[in-house]
């Protein structure tokens, strides 16, 4: 069996979630090829060197482009992998969204997200109607659909026709070797030192998309402000809508908070850690996620956390975070104080716990099962042709 997974729909030089998710899932399920059993990556020139070394049953098939040129890498996608896979053997392909041509006998697709029906203004007009008139063929024509939660199996057949016996629930997980409880000192001398923290504080992780919900999460600190003390708001993650991040540091003046407001930018991933260590609590008060891994990653830090009581969010969280209406600045303010109060030691003790039971072993494990399925289930209808 050989399996290409298409790694082309990130930008290598600003690495997305599903970048993360690939360097750790590859080498996992590397581990448990059998003898017969290989990897082939689609990268570009410009994304190989940000995957390396997985192993000698791992090889790759170069495109011209990745993300850092959309139309050329999704033309280049629909064009050249129904000539190049077949040239290459490939059994199975791995992707996001379906080509026009199938480009090998057996299709599997990740749905990471529904946003184009869900969250439409996070995207590109071009990109949402892409992938509105994409997905219902996509999950048509694939043998198999990987979703990573029931939230975001709900969005799927509520938007989609897709048969119910294609889908697998695969949950994601967290790196366990790089977020875990640490030394709080030690991470309180590398934020403050590097990145202006100045005073005990609540901590936000996520790209500044709107429907990440930073503004409600202001207005919610605004409301907690006097429960909170002295306590500031750091904000980690890089700038992906500019002008909607004008509007955040205006909504802060004008509540009353900008001189609480640490924004920090965008850090590479292992980075975050010490914010997690150290925090007072970390709040993820998204609009709509379909698994929400910030959530996971602060509490296998051992880092209360305050998360939306929508979509996925709480069935990540499974009672080991405090929930909150999103919609409702006052609500997020309550679970602030109690998260920063009465709660914390107990949210503390829970987050390592609840984070445990989400292992990238696990997910690859899954993850591979599929891919061998697909396989048997190609083989058989050649054996009985």
């Known amino acids: 069996m050989r399996v290409a997974i298409n790694l082309l729909t990130d930008d290598p030089s600003n690495p997305s979630g599903a970048h993360w998710f690939w360097t750790r899932m590859i080498p996992e399920m ?28 791992v090889g ?44 090998a006998p057996g299709l599997v697709v990740h ?22 008139l994409s997905l219902p063929r996509t999950v048509k024509v694939a043998d198999a659909v990987i979703l990573n939660s029931e939230s975001l199996r709900a969005e799927v057949h509520h938007y989609l026709d897709v048969d119910p016996a294609k889908v697998h629930l695969i949950p994601e997980a967290v790196d366990h070797d790089l977020f875990r409880p640490g030394d709080r000192s030690q991470a309180w001398d590398q934020v403050t030192g590097a990145y202006g923290v100045t005073k005990p504080f609540v901590l936000f992780v996520s790209s500044l998309w709107q429907y990440k919900n930073a503004a409600g999460l ?39 908070v900008a001189g609480d407001v640490v924004w920090v930018g965008g850090v590479p ?29 602060a509490m296998a830090c051992g880092c209360p956390v305050v998360t939306s009581n929508t979509t996925a969010m709480p069935e990540t969280a499974g009672g080991a975070a405090l929930l909150a209406d999103p919609t409702d600045p006052d609500s997020i303010a309550d679970a602030l104080v109690k998260a920063c109060g009465p709660e914390n030691e107990r949210l503390r003790n829970a987050g390592p716990e609840r984070a445990g039971e989400f292992t990238w072993a696990a997910c690859a494990k ?16 050649v054996t009985n042709r």
Not at 366 to 381: F, G, M
């Open 366 to 381: 899954n993850t591979l099962e599929v891919y061998r399925q697909v396989h048997a289930q190609h083989r058989e209808k």
């Open 111 to 132: 749905i990471k997200t529904m946003h184009a029906h869900t969250e439409p203004q996070a995207l590109k007009l071009i990109n949402r109607l892409y992938r509105q």
């Open 30 to 57: 590397a581990d448990l090829l059998a003898e017969d059993e290989e990897f082939r990556l689609l990268v570009s020139p410009k994304s190989r060197s940000t995957h390396q070394d997985y192993g000698s049953k």
């Open 218 to 256: 202001i207005r919610g600190f605004a409301a907690a402000k006097a429960e909170l003390g002295e306590r500031q708001l750091v904000l980690v993650g890089p700038d992906r809508d500019r002008d909607y991040v004008a509007e955040l540091h205006a909504l802060a003046e004008e509540v009353d």
């Open 60 to 103: 790759y098939i170069t495109f011209p482009w990745s993300n850092e040129s959309p139309k050329m890498r999704t033309l280049t996608e629909h064009l050249y992998a129904p000539v190049r896979l077949p040239a290459s053997g490939i059994d199975i392909f791995s992707t996001l969204l379906a080509p026009i041509v199938r480009p």
């Open 269 to 297: 991933l292992a980075e975050t850690v010490p914010f997690y260590r150290c925090a007072d609590v970390f709040v993820y008060p998204s609009f709509n996620e379909t698994f929400g891994l910030p959530i996971l990653e």
